[in-house]
């Protein structure tokens, strides 16, 4: 039996007293006389009784519905995965949940926004500001003809702007989308050629450690394969002429400076309108990707993201209305729309958008440090850089308002948790979460109420019914198996854009345990209720949260003459370097030199994205395949982490099982133990 590790850290009498987890406990027992003795016991009521939680969450934290009293019909008219349907008769939008504190005299003229990058130093906009501009921009939208069911596109970063028009296009009941400006064409276009957007917000150039990077061909290559673009929104990034205004001309497309629009004078007192929507009305659709086909476009609703949000920041991270709220993000990953979600539970947020360690590590932490920030989010990857250069933020700058400590994307180390106490500080909830874009939730999550011990996350989150199961379907503790979540949450997917029947999406989650979600995470419950995710159990790549099909790898390798046919493997493990190693297969007479493993990288870091390029390359005589001729990702994935070849998989179901022997032998000088040369 392993030790249990050491605790780090416990929220003090005080926090706890003036915690949302206090207030929320208090409310449960005066309105329901409900009392919980620890997070255990509450969590396992949220789970067993569904409709009496999800309801106590929408009274306690006031959501906005237009709807007579309570807001809503009934809770959950049916309880299936998928297939859920909640709060029936609900009439609620996203965007006023957010900037209804703009008429709150307590809040209007404080600060909603603060914003810096490479280019703009330092902006800020008052919650009356916020609300201003969004109505200007949601005029301008309906004057074009935008209305509810309409898909927004957006190629920008995180800015300001892009929080401003995804406000008003939520306004409307339109659909927002959104990827960050460092995917390349084909990485965009395979996106948002599904979902067939009418408006196109974009950049043409950003700026990322200290380079500038013009973006104005791959606008206009994406404009010229989305044909049912009728309107384009710039957001310039230099204040420069721009081609992308006569790429629109070219093609009759209406062109507007979103700058232009935001400085035209309006009433200081100006709100936008909302459209009333039903609970499962379609918010944004965000992506995700499994091993075949396109990406996965995933369709979040208006209630369900505007339940889960308000649950999770006050009772996951302990975050307050007033408070400021920052997380390290991109447009591409699911934690900037959660970042912009702040701003329904009353948070300030802050907006960084540029590289995180230039010109060097303080370039963040300052930014915390002025805008006395209370919870700050990082990557584990972020982590990994501070402690290879032995950062300690907390001797260079004030941290004092600093709380929380969020950390998602991949698995965090122990050491990770160690650098946090020692150089960060000692008084902070360490709250390292994992869920993500699918769910449109974490799964695994934090709690004031709870310890922090070294290596493990909190709890699982309330609300969330999650169990790790073996093959057969059997609940473990103490031992590792399948993330699976058992009932169903209010955020999980409405659907998958342009899959009528469902088909892609009970595939992609209910097919090994029917009737159940499974996510595709290695994980471990405690017996203390704390939980660890070690990483993948499925092919998809994981490069700093941001997950990627291996099938968009694919089109690009495979379109090199030189090159028969690939396999991609994503190393991610918990205690292990992440390592993501690209095998192809070589046509007759071919050689895998530097100057065609440097070609395929190139070509991957430009046409997909930076952040997905393997660390080598290798040639394999033959890709290992079933007899159907899939190719075995998971199995080669297994052996490469160290698991029994016979465990693995059936040689027998094996089209070439002779293929195998290569990745077992470099298994075995992958995990060979590592010694030091005593010459050294």
């Known amino acids: 039996m392993k030790s249990i590790p050491p605790i780090l850290w416990q929220a003090s009498p005080q926090r706890l007293a003036q915690s949302p987890s206090r207030r929320y406990l208090d409310f449960l027992v005066q309105s329901r006389g409900l009392r919980f003795s620890d997070y255990q016991q509450l969590w396992q009521w949220s789970v067993s009784d569904l409709e009496g939680f999800w309801s106590s969450i929408w009274e306690h934290f006031e959501v906005r519905s237009q709807a007579p009293a309570p807001g809503y019909s009934s809770v959950l008219r049916q309880a299936t995965m998928p297939g859920a349907q909640w709060f029936n008769g609900a009439a609620l939008n996203y965007a006023r949940q957010c900037l209804h504190w703009a008429q709150r005299e307590a809040f209007a003229d404080t600060v909603a926004v603060i914003a810096q990058s490479e280019i703009t130093p330092h902006r800020t906009w008052t919650w009356k500001a916020l609300a201003a501009d969004v109505a200007k921009l949601q005029g301008l939208m309906m004057d074009h003809g935008v209305e509810r069911g309409d898909r927004i596109a957006a190629y920008i970063p995180n800015v300001p702007e892009a929080l401003i028009a995804l406000m008003a296009s939520a306004s409307l009941g339109a659909i927002w989308s959104s990827a960050s400006p460092d995917m390349g064409a084909t990485s965009v276009l395979d996106r948002f050629k599904q979902i067939e957007p009418k408006v196109l917000v974009a950049v043409d150039a950003y700026q990322y450690a200290g380079k500038r990077f013009d973006r104005s061909a791959v606008v206009a290559e994406i404009l010229k394969q989305l044909p049912s673009v009728r309107l384009v929104i710039f957001v310039p990034a230099f204040d420069e002429q721009t081609p992308i205004q006569a790429q629109c001309e070219q ?60 649950k999770s920041l006050a009772l996951g991270l302990d975050i307050k209305p007033g408070d400021r709220f920052f997380w390290q993000t991109s447009t591409s990953w699911i934690m900037w729309n959660s970042l912009v979600s702040a701003l329904m539970g009353g948070a300030s947020i802050l907006q960084l958008d540029g590289h995180p360690g230039y010109p060097d590590l303080d370039k963040l932490w300052s930014f915390v440090s002025r805008n006395r920030a209370n919870l700050v989010g990082i990557s584990p990857a972020y982590i990994g850089m501070c402690i290879k250069e032995d950062y300690k933020p907390a001797e ?115 097919t090994q345990y029917p009737g159940l979600w499974r996510h595709g995470d290695w994980l471990e419950i405690t017996d203390r209720g704390t939980a660890i995710i070690y990483g993948r159990s499925d092919s998809t790549i994981n490069r700093h949260g ?102 693995a998989l059936n040689k027998d179901s094996m089209a070439n099982p002779q293929s195998l022997q290569w990745f077992i032998d470099f298994a075995s000088q992958l995990n060979a133990p590592k010694t030091e040369d005593p010459t050294a």
Not at 448 to 463: D, H
Not at 577 to 605: C, H, N, T, W, Y
């Open 546 to 647: 941001i997950r990627m099909g291996t099938s968009e790898l694919y089109r690009v390798v495979e379109a090199f003459e030189e090159i028969a046919d690939a396999l991609v493997i994503d190393l991610e493990y918990l205690g292990r370097p992440s390592m993501m190693l690209l095998f192809v297969v070589l046509r007759a007479g071919q050689v895998l030199d530097e100057a065609l493993s440097q070609r395929v990288l190139k070509a991957i870091r430009e046409q997909l994205s930076a952040r997905h390029l393997p660390n080598a390359v290798h040639a394999i005589a033959d890709v290992p395949r079933t007899l159907s001729g899939k190719k075995l990702e998971v199995p080669v994935k297994k052996i490469l982490l160290g698991q029994d070849p016979a465990s």
């Open 251 to 310: 093609q009759a497309l209406a062109f507007v400076n979103l700058h232009e629009v935001l400085k035209a004078h309006s009433a200081a007192e100006a709100m936008p309108s909302f459209v009333d929507l039903p609970f499962d009305a379609p918010l944004w659709i965000v992506y995700s990707s499994g091993t075949t086909g396109m990406p996965k476009p995933i369709v979040h609703g208006h209630g369900g993201t505007i339940i889960e949000s308000l």
């Open 396 to 510: 260079r700058f004030d941290l004092s308002s600093l709380q929380t400590l969020g950390s998602t994307g991949s698995p965090l180390t122990a050491a990770g948790y160690q650098w946090v106490y020692q150089s960060v500080g000692q008084d902070l909830m360490l709250a390292s979460i994992s869920g993500g874009t699918d769910p449109g939730a974490a799964f695994i999550g934090a709690s004031v109420m709870l310890p922090v011990y070294e290596g493990e996350m909190q709890c699982r989150c309330l609300g969330s019914a999650i169990e790790a199961l073996d093959d057969e379907g059997k609940v473990l503790i103490n031992q590792v198996g399948e993330l699976v979540c058992t009932k169903p949450m209010p955020s999980m997917p409405l659907f998958f854009w342009n899959d009528p029947e469902n088909k892609r999406y009970f595939e992609s989650y209910f």
